[in-house]
């Protein structure tokens, strides 16, 4: 327990403590020198710390080590300043930086003591405080977001109980270092501004005392104390500019459970690189400057030294660990009996590929796809506030070597296959120069494209070609195919998770509504419903309220959905009218609509439709060719319908015209302006 203190709390409370006497009590020359040393070493470990951290959290102490090395360097301050005023040798370091730095010319280092402050203030200073400002700003309004998702991913088992803890805790964590960055950085921008206020004592104290205490005229006076003014200013400049980078660097880019002197010393010197480049650093200073080698010499080396012993202790502690790891899990493997029930699960959604694709999912070769797969669940979890289940990507040596198929439940339903070092250009309808390549098919949406080299990438881009690299292709495709088949994803279970969810915030119409008024299954029905056609159910308390207004009169899921359909016109029309001042559409025959509805007939299993199969076959070559004229007018394929007749029209067609929206009348704000362009008939 003793040793343990020793090694950290004990060096902290020695490092705090030394200030505070280095405030009081007077210091020799040669102390000094010693103590200036050792504050521009911790100004560089924090520096490189921080430029070689992974994350932010990995330097969680740094707002409270940002105070200790403010407090360090201002005692520094005081103790040149007490050897300025009252002897006129302040030691080695101090006067070396004041006639090195400067040349011996009294002007050249009032210039480079001025720009080392303009560009402390002006540029880092500023910018460290701006950044940790909106940083811990925006850090703290994304911590709900952060929060459901994590609860999203703990209610479809992406993730265990344990898992979710963790990403809490660092969150919160990040939170409150954020928050704390957010006001330590005015410890920076305080400390340059004593660091001047000390500077401009100095230069005047220092004059009147040579004057009137060591009887030196006006001019050697000032040209003694200026030099050792702009000496004492570098010295604590220096370190201080190394720490306001070192800001900067973290904010651009938080506490631990363990001892806080341990965490604080492995934070600031747990990386060996960084140590190398601090003791190299030193050690160079020592040698190639007027600087006492005896001081920075041995200093680099020690660093060196340490560095190296961490090195051998974190590699052989690595080894061990994965020693370890590999017979506990060959032991395991040898109790563990035969279990085939695993065999019998079927993933939800696959993406199997040729090993000439493997680079491009192993990040270790600087892949991205399984990046890329992240974000594909998140954006449709925005886009359409449904979960999407994990996606399992495999290697499959039977495949084609840049082939990959995509598989729903176990059925392949999508393939492709990609030139992994060509990128795919694509036509948008406006290209200025032809550029030849291989002939090919995109496979999401089945269009005209070709392979071209990386040479021809640019020119292109720049003749109006849409250009894409494999990845992109992949994933593209990977987001299609999901949205097409989201609805048969949605299972019991995800909307058991949806409606937990919603009753933490509106408990009383989920109490209102399951199960009193309708079941699980039927809940799941008219999501799906929805689902089908593209329709959003993020806003799913305005779902649940509309069923529950209905449900009372009706358990016809279909009916419920069109009810739905309608207490959601607004996002409806924002999602297929948004930014069009007219919109071009086709209409439906009232004769025909009216027939559609006297074919209807109501069965236990629900309606269906028994309307003439070659009146089904004219309507649809009619339908085909009206929406040849909106294609031709560049707009979207909607046809407006009356509202009881729409969802009996959307069954009829569905099937021939997959991308076909159908919406009716009062699913449509008051304030969109329709045009027909053409009228379907049978």
């Known amino acids: 327990m003793i040793k343990k203190m020793l090694k ?81 040798s302040p030691g080695n370091v101090v006067e070396t930086f004041g006639n090195f730095v400067g040349g011996g010319d009294l002007v050249i280092g009032v210039i480079v003591f001025a720009i080392l402050l303009i560009v402390q203030f002006m540029v880092i200073n500023k910018g460290s405080e701006r ?81 009137f205490r060591l009887n030196l005229d006006f001019a050697g006076a000032l040209d003694r104390y200026s030099i050792l003014t702009i000496g004492d200013g570098l010295v604590s400049a220096i370190p201080s500019l190394l720490i306001s980078l070192a800001t900067g660097v973290l904010v651009t880019k938080g506490s631990k459970e363990a001892d806080f002197g341990n965490v604080l010393l492995k934070q600031i010197f747990g990386l060996p690189k960084a140590l190398y480049v601090v003791g190299a650093t030193l050690t160079f200073l020592g040698v190639f400057t007027p600087l006492q080698w005896f001081i920075f010499i041995p200093l680099g080396v020690i660093f060196i030294m340490t560095g190296r012993k961490m090195e051998t202790a974190m590699a052989a502690g690595s080894v061990e660990e994965q020693v370890e790891a590999e017979e506990v899990a060959e032991a395991e493997e040898i109790r563990k009996p035969e279990n085939v029930t695993s065999l019998l699960s079927v993933d939800p959604i696959e993406l199997e590929f040729g090993y000439g694709i493997i680079p491009l999912a192993d990040a270790n070769q600087g892949g991205d796809l399984l990046d890329r797969v992240v974000m594909i669940r998140r954006q449709i979890a925005l886009e359409l506030g449904t979960v999407v289940p994990i996606i399992r990507l495999r290697d499959n040596i039977q495949l084609n070597p840049n082939q990959y198929i995509i598989k729903i439940k176990g059925i392949q339903t999508a ?3 990609i030139m992994f070092d060509h990128y795919l250009a694509m036509d948008p309808g406006y290209v200025e120069e032809e550029v ?43 987001t299609e195919v999901i949205k097409q088949h989201i609805a048969e994803l949605l299972t019991r279970q995800d909307v058991q998770s949806l409606v937990d969810n919603l009753k933490e ?23 799906q419903n929805l689902l089908n056609e593209g329709i959003s159910i993020r806003d799913l308390l305005t779902i649940f309220e509309s069923l529950a207004d209905h449900a009372t009169a009706t358990r016809d899921t279909d009916l419920l959905t069109e009810y739905v359909r309608q207490s959601l016109k607004r996002a409806i029309s924002n999602k297929y009218f948004a930014g069009e001042t007219t919109v071009n559409v086709l209409t439906l025959d009232p004769k025909l609509e009216q027939d559609i509805m006297a074919s209807v007939k109501q069965s236990e299993q629900g309606a269906y439709i028994t309307l003439d199969p070659e009146r089904i076959r004219k309507m649809i070559d009619n339908l085909r060719d009206e929406l040849s004229k909106l294609n031709e007018l560049g707009a979207s394929p909607i046809v407006l319908t009356s509202p009881i007749v729409r969802m009996y029209f959307r069954r009829l067609v569905e099937d021939y015209f997959r991308d076909l929206v159908v919406v009716s009348y009062n699913e449509v704000e008051s304030d969109v302006e329709l045009q027909s362009v053409g009228m379907v008939t049978a």
């Open 505 to 527: 915030s509106n408990p009383s119409i989920v109490e209102e509504l399951v199960p009193k008024l309708l079941g699980l299954g039927e809940i799941q029905k008219v999501l």
């Open 8 to 88: 950290g709390d004990f060096v902290v409370a020695f490092y705090v403590l030394a200030a505070f006497v280095m405030l009081i009590v007077p210091i020799p020359s040669w102390l000094l020198d010693i103590l200036l040393a050792i504050n521009m070493s911790v100004a560089f470990s924090v520096l490189f710390s921080a430029m070689f951290s992974r994350e932010p959290l990995d330097m969680s102490f740094y707002p409270t080590m940002l105070l200790f090395t403010t407090l360090f360097r201002i005692a520094l301050n005081v103790s040149s300043t007490r050897l300025i005023l009252t002897t006129g």
């Open 415 to 417: 393939e492709g296959e």
């Open 436 to 478: 030849i390549g291989i002939p090919t098919t995109e496979p999401a949406f089945k269009l005209k494209a070709q392979w071209i080299s990386e040479g021809q990438r640019e020119r292109a881009e720049s003749a109006g070609y849409t250009v894409v690299d494999p990845p992109s292709i992949i994933a593209t495709h990977l």
């Open 131 to 211: 950044v940790a400002e909106v940083t811990a700003r925006f850090t703290l309004d994304a911590m709900p977001g952060k929060q459901m998702a994590i609860d999203a991913d703990l209610n479809t088992g992406a993730i265990d109980d344990a898992e979710a803890k963790r990403r809490r805790d660092k969150i919160q964590e990040e939170a409150s270092f954020f928050g704390s960055m957010d006001g330590a950085v005015k410890y920076v921008k305080g400390d340059a501004t004593a660091g001047l206020l000390i500077s401009a004592v100095n230069f005047v104290g220092g004059i009147l005392m040579g004057m």
